[in-house]
Structure formats: structure tokens, C-alpha cells
């Protein structure tokens, strides 16, 4: 209300990490009807830039899933089905049949889960993937393993693409793809498996089987790309190149290839234009505080500029208070003074913010920070909401619903307490906020909700009605009513239509881009809207690409912060199987199980070296270890193992949790159990997306203590 008072609502700040489909209340919703531009989800301290590359070439900004039963070879880039990525539990479910059917090649620093299954494991070195990428590339148009029925072929059938030479535009005939000969003009006719080599650390003749083997198996081969080689400062570029390999061998959309989501049918909340008043509406006209938009932060998702968020970066824009202080803030099932790297400027950023608020179950290094807690529902057992995944080809909205009684007294983040703070505000003088949400009314009986509990069971009726509504029916399963869709809990869609984007991108052409008209018209207009060239654009968000090339998946020099000479190691950063994003560090399972994840150990926390580099340093199994970057150091336990490369250091991320509960610290708020491995990465960024980057980006040194 002080806020509202003075003309200051824009300070206000809704920070969200982990969510449910009910998110737009609290998140949208209540930001806009209060009067501020502050919504600010975790999106790219997440994966953002994986979603990069398949946007920039065929139109599609989302995860993807692939048709692994059907796939013939599956080439991974840092990612890893077992462990991470997307959707863990069905691809662990059918990788042995996977196994038995497909050849699995996977390009990780680090022999994985899935490395460890794969038939072709190739240790790249840290941030070349883009080399890699472009090399395949090279070989499958040289070899003349590219899909001809999607890709089309020379208008005389004769195969031009010779190494070193270039090709005249007007001889190819593409059908469903645009720019394959001015790709290959511009970058692939010179990037051989020797010229990859070098650059990637892996043998020539592996590079030449891999993708002749790639090749053979079109159109059922998928490239799948993961966090790996996109998370990364010039990562934008990488992610487009992997990603362009599915439409040179026809697996984009295709059967055993790589698929965007199923259709589902579920509704939006009530429009909250009407409930928005001048000094609302002038409120969210604010620049936003993570300053995307500007010249070095385009975030340009979905091809617009500034759309995209740069999570990470509003620990700066709240620090340095540019483009303004932030005086409230609520941040909900988010823990950034722990999940965002460099998060001591999260931790300062925080105590800077007069009145914060944390919802959460349990007690956070970002509870730490905030004035009040409010306690919320457990997620899976006691909130009304709903999630969507696929994975196999189909999509399913799932519902969750309160299956437990609470024990204590404590309320549902994204329904119940945006209600009840709407309800107060009500009674000081301001109801536009309860007033919009009663008009969430029970689509079963047309009644208003009176309380909180009514309100999220309604939302939630509300926005999944064309599911369980045969009145509304729109395709997938059909239920006869709320009653039965909330007794079975789940809706699938129909089955995936294979090839019906073919043609019909959402790309400015329509077409599976190689020439990317849809990034070039992105960036062009993001230059317009600073009044410069591309090219500045390329120079201000840390990318090498000049001209033409800036346009097309390309390979891009790593960009890793420190000195080799100071810090011999790359450091590498991943996920274990039993992470649930940064919040299993207090089950006593994460510990107990902690050695499925390869090279890990029970009850510790370590970094995993090389033997070679560990002996030179005179470093045994077990020792207690510090690690530093040029931004940061930790301490954990130092394991010799030959799963990464000779100059690498892989760590996992999940420990290091100084205040989450008696077993995740090993004292609450003072002394963490292991290392936070965001405490040794650099705050740095894919700019266009607006991602944070975790790999490639730091070098480290590593001391016995
Ligand atoms: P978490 O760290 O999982 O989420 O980062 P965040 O979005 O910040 O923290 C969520 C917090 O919510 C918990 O700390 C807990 O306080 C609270 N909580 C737990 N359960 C519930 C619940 O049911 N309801 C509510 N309201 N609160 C709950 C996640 C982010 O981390 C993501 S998505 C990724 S992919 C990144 N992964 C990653 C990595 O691989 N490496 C490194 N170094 N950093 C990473 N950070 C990123």
C-alpha cells in the first residue's frame, strides 16, 4: 500500500523458481494488478539456451522429445537421459530396449550415465561442441548422407559439396529446408574431421564414424541436444549448430527423430487488463529489474528482443539499483542465494531489499535473507495445481491435488496466499486484485469463490476445463467431468502427428532454417532498437560471428574466464540423477544413493580429476581439497577418476547448502556439507537467450588444505 501510495508499485518484485501451471496468479497476474514489470522466473538460470538453437532453425521455442524406441542412432550433446534433461523416469523406463536398437553416441567432457551405456562416448573438450557440429555437418553434405525428401538435392543430382569448394546456390533445389548451400558456403566447406580434431580433442576417424553413422541412419537419427553445449557464453550458436543436424538427416518432426510438444487444451486465467488502474498501468511501463533488452542483454526468446528473462542478472540490477531500488519483493519455491552462480551478490542483493518475503517449506539460504516466511504446501501431496510433460510422443497435464492433511497451519504459494494478501489489501483501501480473482468462478455451478480454498480449487477447474468438460472437448482422452479427471488424475494427448510442421515452420520462411532469416530479422531489430549495426550486437554480447555468419549455426571460439597459467583446469559442471533442481541436499537417500551417479561416493561431496593431473599434484583419493576460480572457491573431497579428461575437473552440483536443514549443513547457517559449485562460476551469460552460463565459462586451481 506504501508503494501504491507514493507511485512506486514497480519496486515491488515476484521472484518464482519451481512452479505449477496455477503460476499466473501469483506470478502475472498479481504482478500486473499491483502495478509492477518485476516477474522474475528461474528460466535461465535453467536451460534457455538449449531452447536457442531449435527456435533459430525450426521455429520452436520449448523441450523437445525425441522417438527414442524408434531412432536407428541418437547422438546426445551433454545431455544425459539417465540423469538429467527430459523426462528422466520414461527414458530410464525404455533405454535397454533403446540400447538394443540404436547406436548411442554422447559428447560429454565426462563419462555419464549414459556415457557409460552409449556405444560411442566422445570426451570433447569443454566448449567445443560447435566444432564437432560443424565438422558433421561437413561430412554428411560431403558423404551425401543428407535427407533428401526434406533437405532436397542438386536440380542434376550431381553432389557439389567438395571440401574448400564453394557451390553455386542456384544448382540445389531445397524442399523443406532454406539456406543448406549458403551454410555450407559460409562455414561447413572447410570444417573437416582433421580440422575438428585439433580443436575438439577427440580422433579424427571417430568424428568420420560418428557421422557417417549418423548419416546412414536418416531420417531416424536423433541429435539431441542438451544443456551441455548451450549453457555457455558462446553457447547460442552451438546449440543451433547440434541442433541442425536433425534437419540435414530429415529427424526433425520425423518418426525416430526429434519432436516439439502435443497440442493440449488447457485455458488461461481472466484477462487482468480491466483490474489494472492508472497508477498500475504506469507501474508496469518500468524498465524491468534484470535490464533485459539492452544492448549487451538482447534475451531475445521467440525472435523478441527483450522478451527473454536474464534471471541471474536482477541480483545486479537490485544491487546496483539500476534502473531503480527494489522495496518488496516475494520470492517463491526459488532458493537463487544458493542456485545462481556467484550467489553472494544474490546474498547481498537480498539484505538489500527492505521488506522480503520467502514462500517455501523449508527454511533456505534464501529464507535466511527474508523478513518474513511464509510456509507453503508441499508441491506434490498437498496443492492443488497442474504440470505438463512429454517424452513418448504424447503430452499429459497431470494434476496435483492435496492427498494429505496439513499438519501445520500453512498455505497453498500459488493460490492460496496470493488470495489471502488480495484479501488484505482489500481491506486497506485497494480490492482491485480480489475483485479480478473472483471472477475464477467454478465452471460446475458458476459460483464466486468466498475463501481461499474455494479460489484454487476453482482456478484450477477453470483453466483445465476443455480437458474434463465434454462439452469443451478438444481431442486426447475425454472424461465425463470433473468428478472422473480428478479421480484419474491425469489427461494424454492424442498421438504425435509426424511430419504435419513440415513446410509449415515457425520460421520466417516456413522452412527448417539453415540460414536463419528468423534470427537475422531477431537481431536486426534489436540493433534498431539501440541504433546500431549487427555487428556491435555480436561485439556487445561477447560473440566473434561478423556479417553473414552471424546468421548461421557456426563454430565460436570457448569463451573461459582465467588464466591457464593461474588455473590449469576447465572446470565441469553437472547434475546428479538424484538432484531434484536444488533441493534433495536434506534426504538422507541423496547420500545413501549418491554412487549411482558415476564416479560419485557415498556421504561426500567430490571433485573428480584425472589421475594424471591428480598425481602431479600430489593428490590422493580422499583428500580434502579447495577449489578456486577467479570468482569464487569452495571445499570438498578430491576422487581420482579417469572419466574426465586430463585437464577437466568434474563436479556435481546439488551440496554445499549452508543453511537447508539439519543434514543438507553440516551446521544450519554456518558451515556447509560440501561445496556449492556456484560458488566457483562466474556470473556470465549467453546474452541472446539470456542464460546463465555453467560450462566452458571458468578455469580452476586446485589446492590440498
Ligand atoms: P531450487 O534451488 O531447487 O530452485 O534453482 P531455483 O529455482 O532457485 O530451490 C527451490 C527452493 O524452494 C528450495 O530451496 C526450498 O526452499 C523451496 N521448496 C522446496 N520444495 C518446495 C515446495 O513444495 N513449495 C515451495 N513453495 N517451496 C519449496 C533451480 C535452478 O538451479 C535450475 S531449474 C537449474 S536447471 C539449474 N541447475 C544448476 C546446475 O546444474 N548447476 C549449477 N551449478 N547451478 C544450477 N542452478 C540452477
Known sequence: MELRDNDETHKYMLMRGRYSYLRDILYDRMTKIIGSPNNISHS?????????????????????QYDVLKAHYILLWGADPLAANRQVSYYSKVWGDVVGKATIAIVEPRLSASAGKADEWLPIIPG???????AIAHILLVQGLWYRPFVGDFTDGVNRFVPGKTVDESGFEEIYTHGVVRWWNLELKDKTAEWAADITGLPAEQ??????????????????????????????????ACHALNGLVGAADNVGGTLVSNKEYTGKFPAPDEFMDEIAKKGKKHEKIDQRGRLHLPAIKSGKPGSGVVTNNAADGILNE???????????????????PQPERWERALSKIPFLVHITTNASE???????????????????????????????VTLMQPIVKNVWDYKIDETEIPWLIAEKLAQKGFDNLLRHFQTYQDPETGKAPADEKEFALYALKLVTQNLWDPSQ???????????????????????YPFRKRWGNMKTKTGMFEFYSETLKAALQSHAANHGVTVNEVMKATNYLARGETAFIPHYEEPFTLGDEKEYPFVHVDHKSRLNREGRSANCTWYYDFKDLDPGEELWADVAKINPIDARKLGIESGDRIKITSPTGSLICTAKHWEGVRPGTVAKCFGQGHWAYGRLASEEFGKKPRGG??????????????????????????????
Open 44 to 64: 535461465s538460470i535453467c536451460a534457455e539456451a538449449e531452447k536457442f538453437g531449435p527456435y533459430y532453425t525450426e521455429g520452436y521455442w520449448g523441450y523437445r
Open 128 to 134: 567445443q561442441d560447435g566444432a564437432l557440429a560443424v
Open 207 to 240: 568424428i568420420q564414424r560418428v557421422a557417417e553413422g549418423y548419416g546412414n541412419a536418416a531420417p531416424h537419427a536423433i541429435s539431441w541436444v542438451g544443456g551441455g553445449p548451450c549453457m555457455q557464453v558462446r553457447g547460442g550458436y552451438s546449440s543451433m
Open 322 to 340: 539500476d534502473p531503480y531500488d527494489i522495496k518488496v519483493a516475494i520470492g517463491y519455491m526459488n532458493n537463487f542465494s544458493f542456485s545462481a
Open 366 to 396: 534464501f529464507s535466511w535473507f527474508s523478513d518474513i516466511v511464509l510456509p507453503d504446501t508441499h508441491h506434490m501431496f498437498e496443492k492443488w495445481g497442474y504440470v505438463k510433460s512429454i517424452g513418448n510422443g504424447y503430452r499429459h
Open 473 to 495: 472437448y478438444k481431442g486426447g482422452d475425454k472424461f465425463s467431468g470433473w468428478e472422473e479427471f480428478s479421480k484419474i488424475g491425469v489427461w494424454n494427448s492424442d498421438p
Open 676 to 705: 556449492n559449485n556456484n560458488d566457483i562460476i562466474p556470473a556470465q551469460y549467453e546474452a541472446l537467450s539470456g542464460s546463465s552460463a555453467y560450462y566452458g565459462v571458468t578455469r580452476i586451481k586446485i589446492v590440498k588444505i
